[in-house]
């Protein structure tokens, strides 16, 4: 069943609109071949019925055919026109509020829930190294957090390497008995 035949007695009495129905596959056609798509074929079709329906009805053509043609040209290129605004619009955004490596997005900041996670396990780490005895504390402090080697340890110290490792061993011993990793 065609859609000239759905409407029946209720035939829009626009020239152009009746021209519109009678054409509506090949406009369809038209739209496709040159978007490369049936579905936007589909969609910039009902966007011209809208344009000529809500159009100046008074405003004639004398090749009302060639005026669809070109209306629906313009309907085309304005979708064509807010597509590449839109692109333009998301690069820009994407320049401004991401880092890429190698193409890809790379997000700058963590999910607000591991970000609080991670906040939460460091307050538990200060904690549990402040619970440690002094020696083993100021041992893990320089070897862990500041980097320092066991031998600098010890110097810094002002005892044996040997020990340092011991201190080590024993807070991470500690540590991990204490907040259960």
């Known amino acids: 069943m065609s859609i000239v035949a759905d409407f029946g007695a209720k035939r829009p009495t626009d020239p152009l609109l009746e021209i519109y129905l009678e054409r509506r596959t090949n406009l369809v056609r038209?739209?496709?071949?040159?978007?490369?798509?049936?579905?936007?074929a589909?969609?910039?079709?009902?966007?011209?019925y809208v344009k000529l329906a809500t159009r100046d009805p008074t405003v004639t053509a004398e090749?009302?055919?060639?005026?669809?043609?070109?209306?629906?040209?313009n309907v085309m290129l304005d979708r064509a026109r807010g597509e590449?605004?839109?692109?333009a619009r998301e690069t820009a955004w994407r320049v401004v509020a991401h880092d890429t490596v190698g193409g890809d997005d790379v997000?700058?900041?963590?999910?607000?829930?591991e970000v609080a996670a991670s906040r939460q396990r460091l307050r538990q780490l200060v904690e549990a190294v402040a619970e440690l005895p002094p020696q083993m504390q100021r041992?893990?402090?320089?070897?862990?957090?500041?980097?320092?080697?066991?031998?600098?340890?010890a110097r810094v110290m002002?005892?044996?390497?040997?020990?340092?490792?011991k201190h080590i061993s024993a807070a991470l011993k500690a540590l991990t008995t204490?907040?259960?990793?």
């Open 30 to 40: 038209f739209f496709a071949v040159r978007t490369g798509s049936v579905t936007a």
């Open 42 to 48: 589909e969609d910039l079709a009902q966007e011209l």
């Open 63 to 73: 090749n009302p055919v060639a005026l669809i043609y070109r209306i629906a040209t």
């Open 84 to 87: 590449a605004r839109s692109v």
């Open 107 to 113: 997000a700058d900041q963590a999910p607000a829930d």
């Open 139 to 153: 041992a893990f402090r320089l070897h862990k957090l500041e980097g320092r080697s066991h031998a600098d340890t």
């Open 158 to 165: 002002g005892i044996s390497v040997k020990s340092v490792e």
């Open 178 to 181: 204490r907040l259960g990793r």
